[in-house]
């Protein structure tokens, strides 16, 4: 857990510079791709799954809600959402110019041509009530180099983009177009 809110809120220019600061915090070594296989495991993501759900549901719970005092908003769960685009890792294959994803073999050019490394695009969304932040999707990259959030909302099911709100509920979102940064 110590290791996943780090990984989130530290600065660290790659997956490696993480895991070695983390190992000389702890002075115990750590296996680079062991720890990014154990990334990869089904049930590591349905934990992290519920554990969202529990935070989620125990924020929503405990935490002060500032929209209280706007009894027009009483019905609504309310959220802020951003997509999020961070450069292409390094050892992320280009893809070559004029070439779209789902055309390109993903393999490294063996001639000189132009190419491109697109980063891996995130949606995230702030309940703005409880102040619980959520990962709602990752880019298209298969059909986009780099999806539009709003194509990647439109893929989103209703039950998604609702988070758990009851029945009868309404839910309004506040999206960033404009660069706002929605956790000051």
């Given amino acids: 857990m110590e290791a996943g809110v780090r990984r989130c809120l530290g600065i660290f220019q790659s997956g490696r510079d993480f895991l070695q600061q983390l190992a000389d915090l702890h002075d115990t070594p750590i296996g680079v791709t062991t720890f990014f296989q154990s990334l990869k495991s089904k049930r590591r993501l349905r934990l992290l799954d519920e554990l969202l759900v529990q935070s989620r549901h125990r924020m929503r719970r405990d935490m002060p809600d500032a929209f209280t005092r706007h009894a027009c908003l009483d019905d609504f769960d309310l959220f802020a959402g951003d997509g999020h685009f961070i450069a292409a890792a390094s050892h992320d294959l280009p893809v070559p110019r004029g070439e779209s994803c789902a055309k390109s073999t ?64 309404k839910v309004l979102y506040v999206w960033d177009r404009a660069g706002i940064d929605f956790r000051q």
């Fill in 106 to 169: 993903r393999t490294a050019p063996t001639t000189r041509v132009a190419t491109t490394k697109y980063a891996t695009g995130h949606l995230y969304t702030l309940d703005l009530r409880s102040h619980a932040m959520s990962h709602l999707t990752v880019a298209d990259q298969i059909e986009r180099k780099k999806e539009h959030e709003m194509r990647a909302l439109k893929r989103q099911t209703a039950a998604a983009l609702r988070q758990g709100a009851p029945k009868g509920r």
